[in-house]
């Protein structure tokens, strides 16, 4: 189940949860019953909240919390978004708060309190006590266990319980009120600030951990029965009007562990747009209150729209959720504008395509092997950081790297999860190993003892050589591999091999293919026998493809995941439709005219032969574009229209003949890879013609290409694996085959 995790079901909640925060500011019941009212706003209301921190929590703070990951860098940018909304939220909401008087009387330690944890309007107490929050868990998950993270987290929240939902019991305690007096100068409600947000955080941080073994049903009964339980509960202080505010109850951590769970094991499609709007449908909906209310004033119908609580409540919902989809729109435009992605050449990645990719191949493995996808240089020209994001986004837990930079380089940038180094790593940097706690491969036995000279705590995973002799320990040495499970400071976390010739048809390569898989499966069978349990993985793309018989507890997939394999030729049993994720394009820089026998670019490779007329895009060899395709062999596609290469390739642009197509401008674009209209050119094509294969044309992408996300909305049709097939048949397939990778 892990591996096929997304968080579709979190998603959905995040809406849910915004409408719930905005029934406690409208009571949508109350003209109706008190009591009704007061369980749907002060019971299943409060659950939003909690709501929010843990998913916080969970997507920001689990590495750092559980101490798999000591880089502080993520967390810091995170503080720094949520301090900047904030801001343009006390912005925002400074004339409102004017007009209604809020700020007459403030005194200078007023307005601190108000900035620092009331959050100067009613609802954006949330903001100081989500930053507050994120820094006391810091500091916790920096010097304590998670297990003590969870008990002083615990201890706070009991102590803002006393002072909220079980403040009748507080008075009653000598002195114990006195002291909360004194805290309420600080805080209107212990709510604010530190008592409520850390625990939820830390839950939020913990609870994905074994969330796969519990049942469904399992959660969605505990959920009912202390839901239930805490109904009763808010009652009861109700009735004995102990509260003196009503956001914490000593069971709503219990009912958040639960539906936390099961929103967890709810497999759906995440939808990304979800996250943005439900956050300003929070920020929004007092403002939506004041306008409906203006409104129905100003045009007579308040006896409609405010008296009646219900539509209120509806008619300010639907407010606030146009409001929050116009300001997603808005938030998209200003960062559009702002960017240069599209100015010059770059990638558009289609992650819907890679999600399809990772579904196909998780329906291809068994349920125990997870995907463990091969980022390496870059994700294979993607983007390493945007690809890997994404993966986590989907449920991936783990990631193969080529070498210890990459691996800092995805730690920086939040990756969670296992990230394992394929190859050789030089001892100076194993300090960097350690530090951003990546798994290292021990490629020899020499390289063994360099690693326990080192001599502190490292997690490895053990290459063995089976026949592709490029790393590893050979595989009849069983007694040398034994030895290394023995070194004292390596934890052996897995065991690894690699097939080289799982992509052939050719005469013995199947033998040779099945015999390296046979061979380490033996090993690694009586390596258990013996006791030395780990993982164990062997297959990448084309042994997904061809060989998921072989398929252990990881599958390597590098190329295919990205949704072509190496050469279009490529044995593959699966009849897997993969989507490519990469499209490449440029823009046109200038169009002249030729003149039949004039020349143009380096060398003037390029002579019209007839009237013509040359286009200069803005991508060259040091972009990716192969020079290999100088001289009419690659093509790129404008206004849906095939334009060859013009001459020799540049450094920086490239002369492409535009002589048949129409109207072609300054700022059009130019596919490299990808869709036009109903062309295509696809990464098979460009390879083809370069005399390589597509992993090499992938990560031959330039340093200065900037990488975008294809909007999702847009259902623009996708290049299927179909499509490809379909244009091979069109087009003769050239004879000979790219060579080995
Ligand atoms: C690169 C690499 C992979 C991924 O290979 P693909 O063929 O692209 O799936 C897997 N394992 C090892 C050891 C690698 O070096």
Known sequence: MDTKRSYGGLDVFRMIAAFLVVAIHTSPLGTFSAEADFFLTRELARLAVPFFFMVTGHFVLAGWVRGEDRDFGSIRRYLARVAVLYGVSV?????????????????????????????????????????????????????????LSLFVSSVLYLIGL?????????????????AYELGFRCFSYTRNGIFLAPLFLVMGALLERGAEKTK?????????????????????????????????????????????RLLLSWNRKTVGAFRKISMWIYILHPAVIVVVRGCAKAIGVSGIFVDNSLIHYLTVCAGSAAAGLAAVVVQTRLRRKKGYEKDRAWIELDMAALEHNVRTMQAMLPENCKLMPAVKAEAYGHGAVLISRELNRLGVKAFCVASVSEGVQLRKAGVRGEILILGYTHPRQLDLVRRYHLLQAVVDSRYAEELARYGRKLHVHIAVDTGMHRIGIPCSRQEEIERVFQIKNLKVEGIFSHLCVSDSEEAGKEEFTLAQGEAFFQLTDALRGKGYECKRHLIASNGILNYPQFAGDYARAGIILYGVRSAEGDMDRSGAVLRPVMSLKARVASVRELNPGEGAGYGLAFVAKRPARIATITIGYADGLSRLLSGGRGEVLIRGHRAPIAGRVCMDQTLVDVTEIPDVQTGDIAVLIGRSGSEVITAYDMAEAAGTITNEIFTSMGARLTRTVKPAAGKRKAITGADMREKKTAEEPSGEKPQDK
């Not at 008087?101 to 959050?119: K, P, Q």
């Not at 006393?162 to 006195?178: F, M």
């Not at 003196?244 to 219990?254: E, G, T």
Request: charged share 10%.
């Open 91 to 147: 912005l925002l909401y400074l004339p409102i708060g004017i007009y209604a008087g809020h700020y007459w009387e403030l005194t200078f330690s007023g307005a601190l309190r108000m900035l620092f944890f009331d959050g100067t309007f009613y609802h954006l107490w949330y903001f100081p006590a989500l930053l507050l929050g994120i820094l006391i868990v810091s500091l916790l998950g920096r010097f304590c266990a998670p297990g």
């Open 162 to 178: 006393l002072g909220d939902s079980y403040w009748g019991l507080a008075q009653k305690i000598p002195g114990v009120s006195d």
């Open 216 to 260: 469904p049903v399992v959660n969605a009964v505990g959920l009912g029965v202390t839901f239930a339980l805490m109904a009763a509960e808010g009652f009861i202080l109700r009735h004995f009007d102990f509260q003196r505010h009503d956001s914490m109850y000593l069971l709503l951590p219990f009912c958040m562990f639960f539906l936390y």
